[in-house]
DNA sequence: TAATTAGTGCCAAAATTTGTCACCAATTAT
DNA sequence: ATAATTGGTGACAAATTTTGGCACTAATTA
């Protein structure tokens, strides 16, 4: 048996069993005494908690609690879990904030340093504030799942962005931007974007936008978005309290 | 080094250089050109999208979109992450809610399948309405962050709770009661409770509960809550869409 | 055609993991 | 007090896995 199924058995086995002996667990696993000994050491190093108790009726208890998933999560999905996260901690009371926080907090400590770096920047860009009630919601759409990544990409790489806009009145364009920041006015999102030909900044709804992608080998600075700023997307980040207010 | 060492720096040195022959590699971890081709190998079945082109100016290439997390999260930390996104997804029209279901999937994939049946049950449990506008939201405080074990700990052992209550009049009172559900009113969050003693459901505002605790050796059976219930946690769950909504 | 680079199969050498054994510490039952 | 049971450690040889070297193929560029 290999030494991770050996360890995932050892793990499930005690969580199942509540209390087990080394013997017991080595009888299991196909192992000797003295090699699940080793797994317990190696679990535990690796954070599993794992009591002890010897003597007659004695034997190896797991915390329920300590038990810990091994996903592997693509960047997109990180990205996607923070946003979640971030939105709701901005727009409301999010109870269990500290945890989902140490839960994210570990999920960037496994990520490169230039990712986590990324990903901070890219967070900051998000901008959070109240819809105005007049604002019609009739023909909420569902946001095209690949505009995540093409928004990631092109604001990191400072590249164009290009895709489809459908306006309110129905009318379609083919767009070439330079997207800017994003904007949440749930349930409402939008993409702020300065618009080269028309030498402004636009709004794009989301869920008007189709078929995006970069445009590779062009680049752009980065412009101040003229946007009220008082979100913080992580609790440990202290946010300047400094009033930088602006309006265009 | 290290095999797991070597794959991380092998991995590290595609996203910083871009692109790097085999060669490059095996000098940059000390390895044989052999061992490398063997570390692609298996970074390639880990998810690592890695592309390699021959001949001279030739190498290879990681798609930085799949490099993954391998974060370790506590089944608490993986709770409130999916409580955030559930309640979120539920509340309003969520932005990329498919990629964080993807990464919340993956994340329950990779926990042992009785946990699962207790997330699934646990988040089953979770109401959302609207709050009324009537609602006085003047002393809205921190909720406990050990509330959460704690609830899906009496929860799922089916076992009484016990904490401090502060009542709106500032009354404390020590209560012992059986965790049903929970209730979000955005921003306020509630624990639905029976309370033996009164015999009658009660809401506890979360952020007036404090030092809970599980009293372990009693049991309570599950009572049929009186709210109307429309949400389903997962996209992939299908939820019955026959309305059982009920009032007491 | 020559040079360069990715990729595979094979086998012995190197390194790591495992099992055995002796032994210690703590706890329970007699 | 003593025996029995159970967790835990160190040392060393045996078993297993990983690694390096080599020969070779395939693709691409100059």
Redesign the interface.
Known sequence: MNIRRRHDTI??TL??NGTATIDELAHEVGASRRTVLRDISALRY??FVIYSESGPGGGLQLD??????????????????L???A??RAA?????????D???A??E????S??VRDLRRFLQCLHIGQLSPKQDLSD?GK?D?T???AFENAFLEQCLMRFQYRDAKGAKSSREVEPQAMLVL????YLVAWDPMREGFRHFR??RISAPECVTGTSFRRRHVPFEKDVSPYSDTVAPSSPNVQTK
Do not use: C, H, Y
């Open positions: 793990a499930r969580r199942r690796d954070g329920p609690q300590s038990i810990q998933t091994s996903a592997r999560l693509s960047v997109a999905e990180v990205f996607a879990l946003i979640s996260v939105a709701m409301q009371n999010l109870p269990f904030s500290d945890l989902a140490a839960g994210l570990k999920i400590k496994s990520l490169p230039e990712k909420l946001i799942p505009l995540l990544p749930q349930p409402l999102w989301m869920d």
